[in-house]
């Protein structure tokens, strides 16, 4: 027996209501609102881009590749145009950051979303989080009144400015970013896997350890390359801390300076517009959007393996 059909109506140019119309005109600002913003964001990255690609290759005229890359000094006032000692300075900062930050974040964030009582939970993420509202000036200058003579306590011989004190404040700097990001995927593993393994006869920290924790790992590995990004890009409290000295050197007690700290003292306006010094600028912010660059493509790879093992 055929069911019988109810009547349609299609909108015409003669049955369309002023409602009808209004809503459609709304329809498509919206539209072309957000696919202006899109094209927009994408102009303006191309822009940056092509600035600094085109400062850079004034630099490059004048500074070979080579020993731009492979230098082991440091000093535009002396021609000595070796990146190395603030690549070394820049990796030694991040690395120590990630060493404070992505074990005390997730250790932080395992026990907010699996052992902290509810009220605990509303109590301590909103400290946590105050963290990232520091500005990091404050961070820099705690790192000189607290961290540093903590450090030369313990060190004699460290540096009066040093990589570990200011890789120590990036890292409390980006902890809120790795224990929120880290927390908020763990609490979204669904709670039939933890049934599951209880029923299997699993104990709280195998749950945890065995199920939560991999289920979430690429949540989890998402914010810790999101830390490293950040981690990457600070300036202020690097500048204050870990000093203005291009050194080429592993030693974490030794005072080095990052790529972005040069940025900022060359942008004191000690340098005219126009000179070799002030063209550095550009080759060694190219020089970073590379870095960033490899990094988020490292960043996508791991990501796009772990979803296909665990989702």
Excluded: C
């Excluded at 290759?57 to 070796?82: A, D, H, I, M, Y």
């Excluded at 870095?291 to 772990?306: C, G, P, Y």
């Amino acid at each position: 027996m055929k069911l019988p059909t109810l009547p349609t109506t299609t909108l015409t140019a003669e049955n369309r209501t002023p409602a009808h119309i209004a809503r459609e005109r709304w329809e498509s600002f919206i539209h072309w609102a957000l696919w202006s913003a899109a094209v927009l964001s994408i102009l303006v990255t191309i822009g940056i881009v092509v600035v600094l690609l085109f400062e850079a290759l004034q630099f490059f005229r004048t500074v070979s590749l080579t020993e731009f890359l492979f230098g082991t000094k440091w000093s535009p006032r002396n021609e000595e145009f070796g990146i190395l000692p603030l690549f070394t300075g820049t990796l030694l900062v991040t690395a120590g950051a990630a060493i404070v930050a992505l074990p005390l974040g997730l250790l932080t964030a395992i026990y907010l979303s699996e052992y902290a009582s509810p009220v605990v939970r509303e109590i301590l993420k909103p400290i946590l989080e105050v963290l990232a509202g520091i500005p990091s000036v404050v961070y820099g200058f705690i790192a000189v009144v607290t961290v540093t003579p903590l450090l030369r306590w313990i060190f004699p011989s460290a540096d009066v400015f040093n990589a570990a004190s200011a890789a120590i404040v990036v890292g409390f700097m980006v902890l809120p970013m790795v224990v929120s990001l880290s927390e908020d995927v763990l609490r979204s593993v669904p709670r039939s896997l933890r049934e599951a393994a209880y029923a299997l006869g699993a104990t709280k920290f195998d749950v945890t350890v065995r199920v939560v924790v991999p289920a979430a790992l690429s949540g989890i590995m998402a914010s810790f390359l999101l830390a490293i990004s950040r981690a990457i890009g600070e300036t202020m409290a690097v500048t204050l801390a870990a000093g203005q000295t291009p050194t080429l050197t592993l030693n974490p007690l030794r005072s080095i300076q990052t790529m972005t700290a040069y940025i900022v003292q060359v942008r004191q306006g000690e340098s005219p517009a126009g000179t070799i010094e002030y063209s550095t600028i550009f080759a060694v912010g190219l020089a970073l959007f590379a870095t960033t660059m490899v990094l988020n493509i490292i960043a996508q790879w791991i990501l796009s393996r772990m979803r296909e093992q665990y989702e």
